[in-house]
């Protein structure tokens, strides 16, 4: 599904340059659940940014579904990104002055779906996620694990063939970040291939596989055994 070789990026600021990612090499099958771990500054949002096509590496090679991607104009990055990829971030990046309903339909505006197919669409997807009851409200009605939960709800909409997470429970309490990853988990087990970029080691532990990331290097890439965050949520709570 994802295939890059030897992947190289740099930020130039002025006469300073920072190789931020520094020959990475890695793949991911269909229907894989990998977390990219790493600290804070380490390149693992550099590195999912190239995945999800908002950037470009410097050298190396990304295939995606069979695809080259390579020099795209923003107008084909823009189609390949709404045809391949779901995205999910730390701070929800939903749009404020839209209901949660309206925020899940975006993607399928762009895919250029009529209104109504778009309503049913979105709402199935709320449904999936557990906010059907919240369809008409607007984000700052919401706590930050429903708000994950429409944009959880908004990246699935299109039905894209990868989840791209950078840092999904980031913004979220231990409780809801379970909570969230119980929902991740079970995107997974219905076969979508999903990416979780994190620096927390039990989120981590909820995929099936940890690539560690430290200095733009791969250290570390490793199937472990997958934590169930069902329990570990009931076990978190057990202690408090
Ligand atoms: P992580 O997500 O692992 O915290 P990032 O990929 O965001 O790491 O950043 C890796 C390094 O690149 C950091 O030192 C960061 O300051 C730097 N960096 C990230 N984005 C930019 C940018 N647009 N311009 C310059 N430096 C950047
Ligand atoms: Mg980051």
Do not use: C
Request: aromatic fraction near 6%; avoid cysteine.
């Amino acid at each position: 599904m994802i295939e890059i070789k030897d992947l190289h990026k740099s930020y130039h600021m002025g006469s300073n340059s920072l190789h931020v990612l520094k020959g990475i090499n890695f793949s991911v099958s269909e229907g894989e659940m990998v977390s990219i771990m790493g600290s804070s500054g380490s390149g693992k949002s550099t590195l999912l940014n190239i995945l999800g096509i908002l950037d470009e590496a410097d050298e190396g090679t990304y295939h995606l579904d069979g695809t080259e991607i390579k020099n795209l104009n923003e107008r084909v990055a823009a189609k390949y990104r709404n045809k391949f990829l779901g995205f999910i971030f730390q701070s929800f990046n939903l749009i404020n002055y839209k209901s949660a309903l309206d925020n899940v339909a975006m993607p399928l505006y762009y895919q250029g779906e009529k209104r109504n197919v778009r309503t049913e669409k979105a709402m199935h997807y709320l449904e999936k996620v557990g906010l059907a009851n919240w369809a008409g409200h607007l984000p700052n009605e919401l706590s930050g694990g429903q708000k994950q939960r429409v944009a959880i709800a908004r990246a699935l909409a299109s039905d894209p063939k990868v989840l791209l997470a950078d840092e999904p429970t980031g913004a979220l309490d231990t409780k809801t970040s379970y909570e969230v990853m119980e929902l991740i988990q079970g995107i997974n087990d219905e076969g979508k291939t999903i990416l979780v970029v994190t620096h927390e080691d039990d989120i981590a532990h909820m995929t099936k596989r940890i690539v560690n990331l430290q200095d733009g290097i791969i250290l570390d890439d490793s199937v472990v055994k997958q934590v169930r965050a069902k329990e570990a949520k009931e076990k978190a709570l057990a202690h408090v």
